[in-house]
């Protein structure tokens, strides 16, 4: 368990993903370039065996937007979306709102 002042350090945000692809020698990190509004970040997600990069473009997704940069297969990654465990076949769901949001909305 954690406190509610430990999860209030958390920060949420709405993305729009722009750009897409294969993290090259990996066929399960993608490299996702999104936009938070006022800025633009690159996030590497280990969902290459569920998602082609095409599908995912103009998206809107939750991110973790206040992790420390993290390098993964040589890519540097600057934040993590959000994804549920899909009970039946284990395969990763993005989270996204049901609306469009505005990029960089604050989720609370």
């Known amino acids: 368990m954690i406190s ?3 999860f209030k ?7 729009k993903i722009i750009q897409a692809e294969h993290v090259e020698g990996s066929e399960k990190l993608l ?9 633009e970040r690159q996030i590497i997600a280990g969902i290459g065996k569920y998602y082609e990069p ?3 473009v103009s ?3 939750v991110v973790v937007a206040n992790l420390e940069p993290k390098t993964l297969a040589g890519e540097e990654s600057q934040g993590m979306l959000l994804a549920a465990t899909d009970l ?3 395969e990763p ?3 996204s709102p049901i609306k469009e949001t505005a990029a960089g909305s604050i989720i609370k």
Request: charged share 40%; glycine share 10%; net charge negative.
């Open 4 to 6: 509610i002042d430990d």
């Open 9 to 15: 350090k958390i920060e949420l945000k709405t993305a």
């Open 31 to 39: 490299k996702l370039r999104v936009t938070l509004g006022d800025e």
């Open 54 to 56: 095409d599908d995912l």
């Open 59 to 61: 998206k809107n997704i």
């Open 88 to 90: 039946v076949g284990g």
């Open 93 to 95: 769901v993005i989270i």
